[in-house]
């Protein structure tokens, strides 16, 4: 079984900067592709990044040139930097990891865009 933990959401204003990390347990992380997801009141939850257990990565439109997702496997944590954040960036970001045919989510993180 494998849990994963995010942290490092919170209130930021309109052009400001947040990482989030996740957090895995156990020792087959490097394995895995990571994943970010979020969700909005009231719509659907969408993808935002993934990187794979080979290092590549890709994003969302709406967050590409913006986000990075990046990876330490020795420290089994996936990051999300979030840069020039929007109000519409606001959401319960969510960690994905998948591998060896199933997938695990954390609980979600809160972040909030507004001034």
């Known amino acids: 079984q494998v849990q994963l933990v995010e942290s490092g959401g919170g209130l930021v204003q309109p052009g400001g900067s947040l990482r989030l990390s996740c957090a895995a347990s156990g020792s087959i992380f490097s394995s895995f592709d990571m994943g970010w997801y979020r969700q909005a009141p009231g719509k659907q939850r969408e993808w935002v990044a993934t990187?794979?257990?080979?290092?590549?990565?890709n994003y969302a439109d709406s967050v590409k040139g913006r986000f990075t997702i990046s990876r330490d496997n020795a420290k089994n944590t996936v990051y999300l930097q979030m840069n020039s954040l929007k109000p519409e960036d606001t959401a319960v970001y969510l960690c994905?990891?998948?591998?060896?045919?199933?997938?695990?989510w954390g609980q979600g993180t809160q972040v909030t865009v507004s001034s």
């Open positions: 990187i794979t257990s080979g290092g590549p990565t």
């Open positions: 994905r990891g998948w591998g060896f045919g199933r997938a695990y």
